[in-house]
Every structure is written in C-alpha cells, then in structure tokens.
C-alpha cells in the first residue's frame, strides 16, 4: 500500500513518468516483441522431409570448423550435391569440439543419435560402441590408394582386428614462431630444441616469451607428447608396453624445467585449447605449437602480425624431429543405427573420402585427407595461397609426410592411450617437474605407475 | 537538504559506489569488446577500455558494428533468443503450477514431515546435470524428444521445481496463519483461502520463483548441449558457444554483444520488481 501511495505522488510531482514506470514500459515492449516472435519457434520439431521430395534422410554431428567457410561449403555446398545425387536429405549439426565427448556418450547413452558422428580424435575406447569401418576403409583404398600410416595406426586395433573408427583427416602441427624477434634476439629459426633453448630467455626478456602449454587441454597434450618424442621418450612401445619411464621422458623433463624457468611465465598451467592461439595473436607469444588455426587466423585479423609468423616443423630433438597430428577428424557410425542407415553413411563417407580435393581447399589446408592419394600435387596447391610470405605453407606437405605421427607411437592409439590422453597424464608429469614438485626420475616413475594400471585395466577388457 | 542528510547519503554512496563500479565493470567491458574492430581488440598496446583505430586495420575504424551484425545475420542468435523465451516461459509456468501448491502443502499441511520432505526436495536440486545427462538422454530418446525443445521443457523443470518448492515453503510459512484462519471462518474453502488470500500476499515469492527459475532456464547448458544439436532448435546458452566459438578461435566481440544483448531484458527484469524480489526472499507479509 506504501509502495503505491508513494507512486502516485510521485506521478502527480513528475508529470506522469517515474523511473519504475519507464522500466516496465521497456520491458512490457519487449515481452510484446518476444511474443509476436514466439509462433516461429521450434515446436514441431526438425522436419523429416523439408520439401518432401528426397527418400532419405542422413544426419551429421561434427564439430564447428574453425574455418567458417569450411562449414558453410560442407553444409550448404557439398551435403546438399551429394544428398540431390542420393536422394537423401542430409542435415549437419555442429558442436563445439569440447562438448564432442559428452555428446558422443549421451548419444551412447540414449542408443540413438546421428548416423555419422565426427569426432576430432581416435575413439578406442567406444570401440563397443561403433561399427567395424573396415569395409569403408577397404573401398576407399581401392580407388584412392592405402591409408596413411598415421590414419591406420590411429583408427585400427590390432588386437580385434576392428577399424573402430574412419580416420577422414589430419591436422598437421607445425610450429608458428616471430621471425622478427627471433632476429632480433639473434636466433636464426627455432630448427632444434636447443635453439629454442638458447632464445627463450632472451625473448622472455623483451617481453615475449614463449608459449607451450602445461595444462589439462588439448594443446598442451598435443606439444609435450611431441617434445617427449623428440628425446626419445615414448608413452608405449609397438607391443603396447608401457615405456614411459626412460631416459629420453628424463631428458624431456629436465628440458621443459629449464624451457619453463627461462623462457616462459606461469599463465601456461591454467591455459585453455585457446590460449596460445591468443597469446600468439595478441603479439605477445614469440613462439607457440598449434595447427595453422593461428597463422589463419592472423590473415584475418592481423595482417601485419601474420607477415612476421613464420612455421617450421616441430624443433629437432637430440633424439628425433617427430611431431604428432594435432587433431585427427574420425567419422564413426554407432552400432545401434539402422542397416539402411549404416549403408547410406558409409557411402557419404567413403564419397567424401574419396573426392577430398574440394574439403582440402574450403578447410584452407587445415584437412589434410587420412588416404593421401585422395588429394594430388599438395606442394602445389599448398604454394598457391596468396597470404604473406608467399608460399609459406609448403611446409604443411613436409610436416604431413616426414614429421607426423600418431599418439601412441610406435604402437597403435589403443583405449588405454586415448585415456591416458584424455586425463592427461602427460602435461600434469611435465607440470609436476616444472614446478619443483617432482623431480624428473619420481614424476616419470609416478606417471609409469598410472599409466601400467591403465594399460592393465584395457588388456583385461582384451582391448588391448 | 540537511548537512546531516548530505553527510549520510554521501556515506552511503562511498560505500556502495566501489561495489556498484565493480559489478558494472564486466558490462563496460563487454560493451566496449564487442564494438572494437580486430586490430583493436588484439593489440597489447591499445588501453583496452577505449577505441583505437589502428593503422592499416583491414576493418576500418574502431568502433564498428560489424562483429554485433554478424551474429544477426550469420548465425541463428534470433532464433536462439526466441527458443530461450519460449522455454524459459513454459518452465515458469509448470514451476508454478507445481511448486506453489507443493509449497503450500509443506509449509501448511504436512507438520514436521513437511520441513523434511523439503529439505530432501531441496536435496534433489543439488544432483548435477552431469550425472544426470546420460541416464536423462535415454528417457529423451524414448519418448521421441530428442532434438525438440519439449525435451528442454520436460527437464528443467526436474531443478527449477525443487529449489522453488523450498523456496515458496519458507515464504509461505511467514504468512500468519491468522489470515488463512480468518478467511475459513469466514467462509472460505481451502483453495478459495489459497486464491483469495494467500496467494496476493505472496507476490513477492512467486515473482522470485518467476525470475529465478527463468534465469536457471537461460543459464542451463549441459542439457541443452546433450538433447539439442540442431542449430537452429538450440538455446542461447547451447547456440552462442557453438557458432561462435569454432575449434579454439573465439569471436570475441561477437561472443560478449551475445551475451550482453540478453542481459538486458533480464537486468530489466530485475529492476522492474526489485523491491518485491527482496521481498520474496526475505519474507514479510506483515501488513
């Protein structure tokens, strides 16, 4: 009653509008406009047939490309000439690639889904879960020729004997450095570990220093693996027995102790799958491990920035120059969908495959087809982007061939591999060392310990 | 004005002022994120609280539209908004019609057992969605829900019900009883005392219960994300992490002008009925 009486005062003292008033006449307008809009929502559900001409229907779950244009081709381009040729109606959901996993197992979960699920790393672990892809995989590799080695060694369980997911693509990883403040420090290029080694302080020094990852994310993961593999240090053998614990893991511990201590800050324990894109972007980052996402996306919004980035393959190290693939596109087909379902995804797939030039060139070269004959002259296609420093991208096609490899190797990307990636166990043993928690030899034994029990638990589930 | 009165409005602005900047702060931020150009944005040396053109910027001068304009034209943020109301109002409503008398019943009818049963039912809101999702997923499946809002609006309502159901049972019991007694001895039915008398009086708790349960609707993800994955069947807090944030390259200014254009109904909202959602979590109906 208060309330009210004050109100209408204050009506009579203001000529009629109080603040109040004027908020609910706001927000009255905008319930109006909310409601005239309520009719178009998406009650009904997605329509089967939208124009009730196509027989089929094909759904899609893939991650959000970070190349719109990727996208917009695959959607609008592509899925709708092969679905007109097909008579099927083909419709693509997209995801952020974080939520992939959780909405892979609530698919799982509720036994029902979409008929062709794009994952962004080998699945082993839902290997009850999925088809054997074998006979797709077999037709491909007639008409384009074999499946590379890190496509098959990522995809196939040796054990089993099952393909347990179609490996579509690969990214390679090269490194993006400033070829500006590498000059400036006097450091030629970042070509061997020891020259990134010997520039880091110096760069941290004129406030940038370099950028790899520590943390529980993809990136991180991605690089340290790597740099272990470049001493020599490897998280299982060809017979998938756990070797993590060996003087090259040593080696590259007490290297990224030394890397951390002089050439990096602290930020890079807390960092997401997108930080190093942003400290690189940002003009701070002199150095960073990342796909062509960042050299991109610097032609983009930066275009000085993007003049100065240069990429080489990953650094040598006293052991090997060996990296690994950053992301690998996996198609699966679960099990629980229909035998014409299975049938009409494994010719989308195979199709696909097989025609990839086209997903190459709309994927700005980020794609790079896990059945390397499907696409011809790479050097080529590849010298052909227009972006300063012209030709800059070559590098891709060395990196692809020479220089990538599968995670797990030498052996096969089996279930207990992708578990041991997924809780990474690796940047948290590299974290360990570099904070003065552990030393190399207990960080490396403690990380052999966890990683035995994991390969135990996989071997008695015969997946291994 | 009194040097006394001065003195203490001054006080109290000294106080509240630094909280009140604080609080606004991200909203300056988000404000001032989404107009900037790239150039802009990811230049370490610009003062990142105002516009700087930058020299040879492939996006002209700083500030621009064209990031806002994107998620207009690009993607399907309209539609988002739309799906989020649509959602958000059905929620509400079923949160209503269930949990006001649920509440009522605890706090009038049930004694001692009333306090523990919601207490449990409050227990029942703190299970998180990602326990939930998986087995939920399955539930969605068979009942041909899946990518349907429906999904959306048979599952919030699983913890906006609980926490207003706990809520309305303590608002309820600081209605004197005297009043509902008053009203039976004058003639009135059960519900006729439910309609006629308590529920005016408990305004300011339904319109908490409104407002919260909205806010949990538009905020939720891990359904939305799990149940929903067409683009243009999603919500707000499904769509906007999806289309625009692409592998790990975040359109920032496209992400804060997303999320602050719906701040605003809602902070609208807020102020609209503010005295009685104070009300409505402090209790009084004394009159």
Known sequence: ?464 | MSWSNIRSNGLSYLVVGPFAIVLAFPFYWMLTTMLKTNGDLYNPENVPFKFTTVKGDPEGRSPTFDHVSFIFHHTNYVRWLENTAFVGALVVVITLVLAVPAGYALARLSGRLGQSVGVGIFLTYLVPPTLLFLPLSRVISKLGLQDRLWSLVLVYPSFTIPFSTWLLMGFFKTIPLELEDAALIDGCSRLKALWRVIFPISIPGILTVVIFSFSLCVNEFVYAISFISGSTHRTLSAGVPTDLIRGDVFFWQSLMAATLIPSIPLALLYNSFLNRFIAGFTGGAFR
């Open chain 1, 1 to 464: 009653m208060a309330d009210h009486d004050d109100e209408l005062e204050e009506l009579g003292r203001t000529g009629g509008l109080t603040r109040r008033e004027v908020v609910r006449r706001g927000l009255g307008s905008f319930v109006v406009l909310y409601s005239g809009a309520l009719p178009k929502t998406a009650v009904a559900g997605v329509p089967k047939f939208r124009h009730r001409e196509l027989k089929n229907s094909l759904r899609i779950m893939q991650w959000s490309h970070f190349v719109p244009a990727y996208d917009t081709w695959f959607d609008n381009v592509y899925t709708k000439k092969w679905g007109e040729k097909h008579d099927t109606e083909v419709s693509v959901d997209h995801i952020n690639l974080a939520q992939l996993p959780a909405r892979a197992q609530a698919e799982v979960a509720a036994r029902s889904g979409h008929d062709i699920f794009g994952h962004l790393s080998p699945q082993a672990g839902l290997e009850d879960q999925v088809i054997d892809h074998r006979e797709i995989v077999e037709e491909v590799q007639r008409k384009v020729g074999k499946v590379s080695t890190v496509g098959r060694k990522s995809c196939f369980n040796p054990k089993t004997k099952k393909w347990h997911g179609f490996p579509e693509n690969f990214v390679p990883d090269p490194v993006h450095y400033r070829k500006d403040l590498f000059a400036q420090v006097g450091v030629k290029s970042p070509n061997t570990w020891h020259d990134v080694l010997v520039a880091a302080p110096k760069l941290k020094a004129i406030g940038h220093p370099v950028g790899i990852g520590m943390s529980n994310e993809l990136d991180s993961n991605m690089a340290l693996i790597a740099l272990l593999q470049c001493f020599g240090g490897f998280i299982q053998d060809a017979n998938a027995r756990v070797t993590i614990n060996s003087k090259g893991t040593r080696d590259a511990l007490k290297f990224m102790q030394s890397l951390f201590k002089t050439g990096m800050t602290n930020e890079v324990f807390a960092w997401t799958a997108a930080s190093n894109n942003q400290g690189f972007l940002s003009g701070r980052l002199a150095l960073a491990m990342n796909a062509i996402s960042i050299a991109r996306s610097a032609e983009d919004q930066n275009p000085d920035l993007a003049k100065k980035t240069a990429l080489l393959p990953i650094p040598k190290g006293p052991d090997r120059r060996l990296g690994l693939e950053h992301v690998m596109g996996v198609y699966t087909i679960w099990k629980f969908t229909s035998k014409p379902q299975q049938k009409l995804a494994k010719r989308f797939i195979a199709d696909l495959e097989m025609g990839y030039a086209s997903a190459f060139k709309n994927s700005k070269y980020y794609n790079f087809p896990a059945f390397p004959k499907a696409v011809f002259e790479y050097r080529k296609r590849l010298g052909a982007d227009p972006h300063q420093p012209k030709g800059k991208y070559r590098i891709l096609d060395t990196i692809a061939r020479k220089y990538t490899v599968n995670v797990g190797f030498p052996g096969y990307s089996n279930a207990a591999v992708d578990e041991i990636f997924n809780t990474y166990l690796i940047p948290q043993m590299f974290a360990a060392v570099a904070q003065g928690k552990s030393t190399p030899a207990e960080a490396a034994k403690a990380a052999e310990q966890q990683m035995k029990k994991i390969f135990a638990k996989w071997r008695r589930l015969k997946k291994i």
